[in-house]
């Protein structure tokens, strides 16, 4: 495994004063060379953090932990029974909140008041950082801003988003489990608020896994396929997974800000070069591209792009997957 000494690490306090254009330059490699990148003073506060990390922990141990232990048993006799079935499992608890286009979180069974309001503070701060950050992609690209939150927003005026908050408990058997699967995530721009204690989130980088380093307070940044799209290749998406730990319950909020479902996407005309013309990126309906996701998100993203690229040959009409 590779090590991390070179990840990426944007201090965005530097982007206000002289320093800005160095940090807007590591902002690009990032993007380009990473897909990946950790974020410092991204204007959250250290206290509504500790609050959402308290709760979220609580959460777990109070609703959640002993529903958990009964599934590992069970998960892990199967692995040991057959190999196979095992290599088709993620050793996570989770649950899901939608924000936007309308949120849900009313609706989710087992959460306290307290829990539903902070979460709701929580996901505005994070919608913010999400479209300064996009913006700030526009800048390093050379789009006008507010052309990503704008493609985002799709005919409905909205994008997609939500949160999956997870937890990772100690697993007795990494050999046999994974925390989660080794994948690319299909929307655009997702924010990671992890465990500062308990790592084990992994990228692949040059064909090595490279450990993404705990850190206080940070958020975790990655690039969705969507983006690998709009920029036609510019910024990649890249593989990551979830590597299960003997010690430590691992905390993981990831928040990802998605294209509307009726949105199109496609390559930004600006960023495709005249002789490129007949090498782009497709263009097709981000609820179309979910469906096919779904049934293929631990696999390579490039067949998926093809698959697009053929059907938007085939015909010029909205492209749907059954």
Not at 45 to 64: A, F, G, P, Q, W
Not at 258 to 286: C, H, Q, R
Not at 296 to 316: D, L
Request: aromatic letters at 10%; glycine letters at 6%; charged letters at 30%.
């Amino acid at each position: 495994m590779a090590a991390a000494l070179s990840f990426p690490i944007i201090d965005m306090s530097l982007l206000d004063g002289a320093e800005r254009p160095a940090a807007m330059g590591l902002l690009r490699d990032a993007c380009e060379s990473w897909g990946f990148f950790e974020i410092l003073n991204h204007g959250i506060s250290t206290e509504l953090m500790d609050e959402v990390e308290k709760m979220t922990k609580d959460h777990y141990k109070r609703v959640r932990e002993q529903r958990f232990l009964e599934f590992a048993s069970k998960t892990l006799k199967e692995g040991c029974d057959d190999v196979n079935k095992a290599e088709k499992l993620d050793w996570e608890s989770t649950f899901f909140v939608r924000h936007l286009p309308e949120s849900n979180i009313a609706d989710i069974p087992d959460l306290d008041d307290d829990y539903r309001r902070l979460m709701k503070r929580f996901a505005a701060e994070l919608e913010t950082l999400a479209e300064r950050l996009l913006d700030l992609l526009c800048e390093n690209l050379g789009l006008e801003k507010g052309y990503l939150t704008k493609a985002f927003r799709g005919p409905a005026g909205a994008p997609t988003f939500g949160t999956k908050v997870s937890s990772y408990p100690p697993c007795p058997r990494p050999d046999l489990v994974k925390g989660l699967r080794a994948h690319t995530d299909a929307g655009g721009i997702i924010l990671l608020f992890q465990d500062d204690r308990v790592g084990g989130l992994q990228l692949l980088k040059d064909g090595e896994w490279v450990d993404v380093p705990p850190m206080r307070h940070s958020i975790v940044v990655n690039l969705g396929d969507q983006l690998e799209v709009i920029t036609n290749g510019r910024y990649k998406s890249v593989m990551h997974r979830v590597v299960a730990q003997t010690d430590g319950n691992r905390m993981s909020i990831a928040s990802f800000y998605n294209p509307g479902s009726d949105a199109v996407i496609s390559p930004a005309p600006a960023l495709v070069k005249e002789e490129e013309a007949g090498e782009t990126y497709p263009k097709f309906v981000f609820e179309d591209y979910m469906k096919l996701y779904v049934r293929h998100k631990f696999e390579a993203k490039e067949p998926r792009f093809e698959a697009f690229k053929a059907m938007e040959t085939e015909t010029p009409n909205r492209i749907a997957i059954a």
